[in-house]
């Protein structure tokens, strides 16, 4: 027979161990850089040059990179070639597009001027993809025959993938938003792909 003072013991070292199993929902980004989206969808962005990662994950086929979002609607990615990629292309990713109700993959054509036009590829339902109250993981896998695809980090399969079929070379990432700010949290450390 175990003593009434034993199982109290067991039972306040079970409660402290429960506790310390819990993660604080921001312990994802750790190692991560930060990105406060101050300029809007037309501002002239600070496109980051991707050999300036230090995570990246390399599968050969290819290369991956996680991030997180912080925010309720509208978290921008632009993928480019060049640091001012004015008169060419870029992909375009809006996730959390309609009141956080879908997923935008485009192509955008922007002047200096601030003229765009935007070329829609795919657009994927994705309800309440973003939050407000927790960093969103995510990866964002870039195939070298032009496939790419997001999804959330921890799954296998994406919730959005698209062929780029001008197959963009990736050299540099903005972030922006349209009309909600937002944190964006990248070159965090990567897992697997």
């Known amino acids: 027979m175990i003593a009434p003072s034993a199982v109290v013991l067991l039972l306040a070292i079970t409660l402290l161990r429960v506790e310390t199993l819990r993660l604080n ?23 980051i040059p991707i050999s300036s990662f230090t995570h990246v994950g390399d599968q050969r086929e290819f290369k991956y990179y996680v991030f997180g979002v912080l925010g309720t609607n509208d978290a921008v990615i632009r993928l480019s070639q060049s640091v001012y990629p004015y008169g ?20 955008q054509h922007r002047k200096s001027t601030g003229e765009f036009e935007n070329t829609d590829i795919v657009k994927m339902a ?68």
């Not at 929902?25 to 496109?47: E, M, P, R, S, W």
């Not at 799954?155 to 993938?161: C, M, Y």
């Open 25 to 47: 929902a921001f312990d994802v980004i750790k190692d991560c850089k930060q990105y406060n989206t101050a300029l809007g969808y037309n501002g002239a962005l600070n496109y």
């Open 126 to 193: 994705t309800p309440n993809l973003l939050s407000p109250f927790r960093p969103v993981m995510l990866m964002l896998k870039v195939w070298t025959n032009g496939r790419r695809e997001v999804l959330h980090t921890g799954q296998q399969f994406p919730f959005i993938s698209f062929m780029d079929a001008r197959n963009i070379t990736l050299n540099y990432m903005a972030f922006t938003k349209l009309d909600s700010n937002l944190i964006i949290f990248y070159d965090c450390p990567v897992q697997s792909g």
């Open 88 to 107: 060419t292309e870029v992909v375009e990713v809006v996730l959390g597009a309609y009141n956080n109700t879908k997923t935008i993959a485009r192509h």
